[in-house]
């Protein structure tokens, strides 16, 4: 079986995404076998280290952090401590696309094992992919590739759900890079065009952190956890004839790769931007922090009943809240539970905010469907809310709120304009008790504030503000123009059609 380097460019390969590739076979995934392995050391050595070091050694119990809300901004990040690292790499995503963006990145990560960086790739098996090119590309000595909890019928993984319904159905959401186990990126962005501002009909308005100091070994310790768990199975389980890239398709991946983007738009606009200079230079401005890092562990996919959820933990901190919640949520269902919690925090004084999308700029209408049966209550008690426009004449390029294509899908909560929670968690059925998640609880008043400023001078552009009118309907505020709507704003009857029968379906707890 040949390296398919037309899968992974035409079709923008290492990870394809069509229903029926791969092998028709089934794999007894109970039956693998595989050898443990841990995260590279920190080595004082390494460039990303000398690059570190005088940051943390001026603050060894904190964790320094650089805010990535622009989509360019986060895929540089990206690159820039895949290509300088020495040792290693370990990857972790839910979602990773098969289009340029993420060949980019795929390509960046073969670069670094060709000069011996070992790269450690997990990636969640629900998105369908060509398995052969995968394993092609952990053929390579310096690179091994994980499934997390795979799909045992390779050729159509729709019909496992028949008979495997409850574990295929519980999938891992985390989102982690660790180079050097220096630096660490994480937060809600999987890979893909979407996801860095490169796409031109959706752009999801997201948000994660770079990260150094304390809390990466903790990242890094998450990873080896993940990774060396029952659910991880190695590639090479699912494929049985694997041949590593030829040389001469190395060439047509680079010429591809070149042609792509060789004078884009978008790569000029990467050039342009600061945090590329900052590298440069090494001038970057890290926020520092007290950080506390969140996550699931890997038994609430195979024992979740013997599991502490992530869910738990965060409700304690919850209810650190005194006087303010802001809540930004791209897919948001509190759930009776929840919106009474909201509701009676409203009614105690506390000033609750929730930005979540509007119907329009929501990608999933069932989830809006049941968020909706909720607004009349939240609105009652008090509770402000704000949804995400979908309008061109509100076009913002590099703010999380959005832009005329954007659906928001940055995950985060900041408690008393002092704690900031970014990571993978949204506040729905689904990351609470069945998906696995990850996230960082930040004590930055500094950081809080600017999040604050940025939504106070966003709002008013990119969402929709909520209220009741006289009859106790639901009405949206276009503050920028002054119009009043009456129905979900840029949604046509279809949509609201949908999403009206998605809320009487009995799948609240599915969502």
């Known amino acids: 079986m040949t390296f398919r380097f037309k899968s992974i460019f035409t079709s923008l390969v290492i990870l394809t995404s069509s229903a029926l590739v791969g092998c028709s076979s089934t794999v007894d995934i109970s039956a693998v076998e595989k050898a443990p392995s841990h995260t590279i050391p920190y080595d004082s050595n390494t460039q990303l280290a000398k690059l570190a070091s005088p940051f943390v050694e001026a603050k060894p119990e904190l964790t320094g952090f650089y805010p990535l809300g622009d989509g360019q901004e986060a895929l540089m990040a990206r690159l820039a401590v895949i290509h300088t690292a020495e040792n290693s790499i370990d990857l972790q995503y839910y979602i990773y696309r098969n289009d340029s963006t993420s060949s980019l990145l795929t390509y960046a990560l073969y670069q670094a094992a060709e000069r011996g960086v070992r790269v450690r ?36 993984k729709a019909l496992g759900f028949i008979g495997d319904f409850d574990r295929l159905n519980r999938r891992m959401h985390n989102k982690a890079i660790i180079a050097d186990n220096t630096f660490a990126i994480t937060g809600g962005r999987n890979i893909g065009d979407e996801y860095f501002s ?19 070994p903790e990242i890094a310790v998450q990873f080896d956890l993940y990774w060396n768990s029952a659910p991880a199975i190695p590639i090479e389980a699912v494929v049985e004839d694997i041949t590593p890239p030829s040389d001469e398709l190395v060439k047509e991946w680079e010429a591809t790769l070149r042609a792509t983007f060789e004078g ?83 009614q105690d004084d506390i000033d609750v905010t929730i930005i979540t999308n509007s119907l329009a700029s929501n990608d999933v209408f069932a989830v ?90 966003n709002l008013r552009r990119d969402t929709y503000r909520l209220s009741l009118d006289e009859d106790g309907d639901v009405v949206w505020h276009n503050d920028l123009s002054g119009v009043i709507y009456s ?25």
């Open 198 to 216: 490169a796409n031109s009909d959706v752009d999801f308005g997201d948000f994660d952190i770079l990260t150094l100091g304390k809390v990466v």
């Open 121 to 156: 790739i997990l990636l969640d098996d629900m998105q369908s992919r060509n398995d052969n090119t995968m394993a092609s590309l952990s053929s390579h000595p310096n690179i091994d590739i994980r499934l997390f909890n795979p799909f045992e019928n390779r050729g159509f």
């Open 264 to 346: 884009s738009s978008y790569t000029e606009s990467i050039s342009e931007l600061p945090l590329v200079k900052r590298i440069i230079n090494q001038s970057i401005d890290f926020y520092w922090a007290e950080a506390e890092l969140y996550y699931d562990p890997p038994s609430k996919v195979y024992a979740p009943e013997e599991s502490n959820f992530l869910m738990h933990e965060l409700g304690s901190v919850l209810d650190r809240t005194e006087s303010e919640f802001l809540l930004i949520s791209p897919y948001f269902v509190p759930t009776e539970k929840g919106a009474d919690a909201l509701s009676q925090a409203a």
């Open 368 to 457: 809006h469907g049941w968020y909706a049966k909720y607004r009349e209550q939240l609105l009652e008690a008090g509770v402000k809310l704000y949804e995400v426009k979908v309008d061109p004449s509100v076009k913002n390029k590099r703010s999380w709120l959005g832009s005329s294509r954007t659906s928001l899908h940055a995950k985060t909560f900041i408690i008393d304009k002092q704690d900031v929670f970014v990571g993978s968690f949204n506040f729905d059925p689904r990351s609470a008790y069945i998906n696995t998640e990850m996230g960082i609880l930040l004590h930055s008043p500094e950081f809080a504030e600017e999040v604050y400023k940025e939504a106070e001078s």
């Open 487 to 511: 129905t979900e704003p840029d949604a046509s009857i279809w949509l609201r059609m949908g999403a009206w029968f998605a809320s009487i379906l009995p799948i609240e707890d599915q969502l």
